[in-house]
């Protein structure tokens, strides 16, 4: 006879008391929040069907700038694991290249189309950086003192 389950979140204690899965769980709807934000900011009332694919090619080429590396299409669709389609990611670089948001250069001595983002992408990033980090400053703060707190209850 099959054992019964339920569905329940009481029936996993161990991540409904966790401070640190709480975190996770707060720093992914944070960040999907600050995307929801950023698609309105940027695009309107009428963002583009693809506009999250939009946002995370966009973060992507920011992050690889900030970090001094270069970032071509290709390094999009293998870090895109087959989520987005090849062909999918392609539109996507053009369109933001048309809506000012990248810019694309050759590479020397190669074929490959180096992506970089625009000083407009930039200045957007830095406009929401601040209350961003205060927000996940917020959340980690949170967890630490939860953990304080959990392993002073707990026995030695």
Known sequence: ??????????????????????AVAAFHLLALRRQFDAIREVFGDGPPHRSREFIWVA???????LQGERIALRDLVLRAEGVLSAPTLPRIVAELE???????????????????PSA??????????DAAFG?????????ERRLTEERAQSPA
Not at 6 to 20: G, V
């Open 1 to 22: 006879m099959a054992e019964s389950t339920t569905n329940h979140p009481r029936d996993a204690p161990e991540a409904t008391h966790s401070p640190r899965a709480k």
């Open 98 to 116: 048309v809506m000012g948001f990248l810019l694309a250069e050759s590479a020397s001595n190669s074929r490959l189309k180096l992506l970089r």
């Open 135 to 143: 927000e996940f400053v917020g959340v980690v703060s949170e967890a």
């Open 59 to 65: 973060l992507e080429v920011i992050l690889a700038e």
């Open 120 to 129: 407009r992408t930039m200045r957007i990033l830095v406009a929401r950086a």
